[in-house]
Nanobody, 115 residues
Framework: QVHLVESGGGLVQAGGSLRLSCAAS????????MGWYRQAPGKQRNLVAT???????NYADFVKGRFTISTNNAKNMVYLQMDSLKPEDTAVYYC?????????WGQGTQVTVSS
């Protein structure tokens, strides 16, 4: 069983910053990739950023230069530093991990950016 717990969402004004955190626990041996997705109301869930255990990162074009994904040394936590936030970044942000051929999702954390 894998448990993912996100934190750090909230309300922020446009141009502001937020830092999301996700703690992974349980059977996480063999974890390959950690990342973040987001889903706005009425829209599909989209990739935001991912990072491999080797530190290779991948970002969606709409966040490049504004968001930074990172992990801690133990690689059981993943962070998303979000700067220069825009109203269109408003969404529920989901933590995601890929372990031994299977993906797992967190419950999501709401991020709201006011104009």
């Amino acid at each position: 069983q894998v448990h993912l717990v996100e934190s750090g969402g909230g309300l922020v004004q446009a141009g502001g910053s937020l830092r999301l955190s996700c703690a992974a626990s349980g059977t996480i041996f063999g974890m390959n990739v950690m990342g973040w997705y987001r889903q706005a109301p009425g829209k599909q869930r989209n990739l935001v950023a991912t990072i491999t255990v080797g530190g290779i990162t991948n970002y969606a074009d709409f966040v490049k230069g504004r968001f930074t994904i990172s992990t801690n040394n133990a690689k059981n936590m993943v962070y998303l530093q979000m700067d220069s936030l825009k109203p269109e970044d408003t969404a529920v942000y989901y933590c995601y991990v890929f372990i031994m051929g299977r993906g797992y999702w967190g419950q999501g954390t709401q991020v709201t950016v006011s104009s």
